[in-house]
């Protein structure tokens, strides 16, 4: 069975520290995709990054950074010199490749709060 | 605006009434996807089409819950006889094909907000 677990249900920091966002997740599936959605107070889900299961590079967009690590089954999200505007609930999202990503695997979402 | 839109944002219905809610989604994507969000969770899949063919339903859709994309662009989600467990935020999504079995990401719309009182 597939599943995304968010163990951080919710984290606050203060303004310009940096803060990662944990992603754990399971599958059976050899070949995957992993996705990050921002959902801020205005509710759109906003599209962060796609990684498909045989690109293990990291990537570094601006402030953001993830970590895909297949031995651990993790896919982890990093915001480095956080700000307020980044406060909103991320999710970590998995799909298999054998069919459409219509059945995208949620997990809970975590809600980062960056306090001025 | 060429991003996926919802109507209406908001939807105050009493229960056993009947509601529908519409998608239009980005113009050049076949496929199209509902979700239901409730509080504190992720969205849960409701249904997908591709162009005008609705391939997958989940278990979550019970009978009262149907859905159309008649000529493969905008779609309705129809709720019959609304219960208080409806009460949720709908979501609707689109995608490109992705081709070559590569899965592209979903753009998702604001969202209607059930409340079934």
């Known amino acids: 069975a597939q599943k995304v677990t968010q163990a951080q249900t919710e984290i606050s920091v203060v303004e310009k520290e940096d803060v990662t966002l944990d992603c754990v997740y399971e599958?059976?599936?050899?070949?995957?995709?992993l996705f990050w959605y921002k959902q801020p107070p205005s509710g759109e889900l906003v599209f962060l990054i796609r990684?498909?299961?045989?690109d293990e590079q990291n990537e570094i967009s601006g402030r953001y950074s993830w970590n895909f690590q297949k031995s651990t089954s993790s896919f982890n999200f990093t915001i480095t010199a956080s700000q307020v505007v980044d406060s909103a609930v991320y999710f970590c999202?998995?799909?298999?490749?054998?069919?459409?990503?219509?059945?995208?695997?949620w997990g809970a979402g975590t809600k980062l709060i960056i306090k001025p | 605006d060429t991003g996926v839109s919802q109507d209406p944002r908001h939807k105050i219905t009493k229960r056993g009434q009947n509601v529908t809610f519409r998608c239009d989604p980005i113009?050049?994507?076949?496929?199209l996807y509902w979700y239901r969000q409730t509080l504190g969770q992720g969205p849960e899949f409701l249904t997908y089409?591709?162009?005008?063919?609705?391939?997958?339903k989940s278990r979550l859709l019970s009978d009262r819950f149907s859905a159309e994309r008649p000529k493969g662009s905008f779609s309705t989600l129809e709720i019959q006889r609304t219960e208080q467990g409806d009460s949720a935020m709908y979501l609707c999504?689109?995608?490109?094909?992705?081709?070559?079995?590569?899965?592209?990401?979903?753009?998702f719309g604001q969202g209607t907000r059930l409340t079934v009182v």
């Open positions: 999504a689109s995608s490109p094909h992705g081709g070559g079995g590569v899965i592209t990401e979903a753009f």
């Open positions: 113009s050049e994507h076949n496929r």
């Open positions: 089409f591709q162009n005008e063919a609705q391939l997958e």
């Open positions: 599958t059976r599936d050899t070949t995957y995709y």
């Open positions: 990684r498909n299961s045989f």
């Open positions: 999202a998995l799909s298999g490749a054998w069919r459409s990503n219509y059945q995208l695997i």
